[in-house]
């Protein structure tokens, strides 16, 4: 098998670039040397080709999904310290994880005030649910409010609402860090309700459900957005101290040693079951379908 002449080259390789075979194109001369020096047939050379285009195609997707997720840096779940939350259903977080909840268009809602790992875990999901082909994107409610209502006009608005829809996976983060007017309500409402049993939702909270009418405008505008949330889901709460604070702690007695010092204590008495939605029982519970 004779090589080509450079120019013959170059004119093959914009031929396969515009059938958008680019891992052929770029590799042509190293492609086309393995193939003369291995002398494959016909049959090999198609297979090698469809074998290199397809996993190039899935590394740029893998590319393309992560830059969309606006993950960000993250600590993997083998960094969590499972030891220090007072109360944690390591079953249930491990089941989520393995993200079958996706495929089922379910929701997950963590539930722990700051500093137990519910941001961590929720970024994990989103990274698994990434890795396995899926789309996910993670934002704040606050960006999330401030994205959708900076759109000027009812076309750019329902343009946004239905990007947000769209995702496999969509991980809103801090709901109830901040208070919200009815017109911020109804956006968040509008989120939930258009993936409701169509695509999957991870929401995290420092709130117990019946707290959430303290940051919403009213009781029923609560209820509904729970109602949405919780039916086909799994609801994790999570109690205990803040990690960062013990982090905090430790830090300062590395840098002003005491040989008294010990691994801050917790409280001996048990955490108190987390309120949720009426007809609902149970701290970690999976809600049937109708």
């Given at each position: ?81 499972w030891d220090w939350p007072e109360y944690i259903d390591r079953p249930a977080v ?134 949405r949330l919780t039916h086909h889901s799994e609801v994790i709460p999570i109690k ?51």
């Amino acid at each position: 098998m004779n090589s080509p002449s450079p120019q013959k080259n170059d004119d093959l390789a914009r031929t396969l670039r515009s059938l958008c075979l680019l891992r052929t194109a770029e590799d042509l001369p190293d492609f086309i040397s393995r193939a003369t020096r291995a002398r494959w047939s016909p049959v090999q050379l198609l297979e090698e080709l469809s074998r290199a285009e397809l996993a190039d195609r899935s590394r740029r997707s893998l590319e393309r999904r992560l830059a969309r997720s606006h993950l960000g840096r993250f600590k993997p779940m083998a960094d969590y310290d499972w030891d220090w939350p007072e109360y944690i259903d390591r079953p249930a977080v491990e089941r989520v994880l393995s993200i079958d909840f996706i495929n089922r268009a379910e929701n997950v809602v963590l539930v722990a005030t700051q500093g137990l790992g519910k941001t961590m875990i929720a970024k994990n999901l989103a990274n698994t649910a990434i890795l396995a082909g899926h789309s996910s994107i993670f934002i704040t409610a606050s960006d999330l409010l401030l994205d959708l209502g900076k759109q000027e006009g009812s076309r750019a608005l329902e343009r946004r609402l239905h990007f947000y829809a769209q995702p496999k996976c969509l991980v809103i983060d801090e709901v109830g860090y901040l208070s919200y007017d009815n017109h911020a309500a109804d956006l968040v409402f509008q989120v939930v309700t258009r993936r409701y049993e169509h695509k999957s939702t991870v929401v995290t909270t420092n709130l117990a459900f019946r707290d959430w009418h303290t940051v919403f405008p009213n009781a029923a505008c609560a209820a509904a957005l729970i109602d949405r949330l919780t039916h086909h889901s799994e609801v994790i709460p999570i109690k205990g101290e803040s990690y960062r604070n013990r982090e905090a702690e430790e830090d300062k007695a590395r840098r002003n040693p005491d040989p008294m010092a010990s691994r801050p204590s917790r409280p001996s008495q048990p955490p108190q079951a987390l309120a949720a939605p009426v007809g609902r029982g149970g701290a970690t519970r999976r809600a049937n379908a109708k």
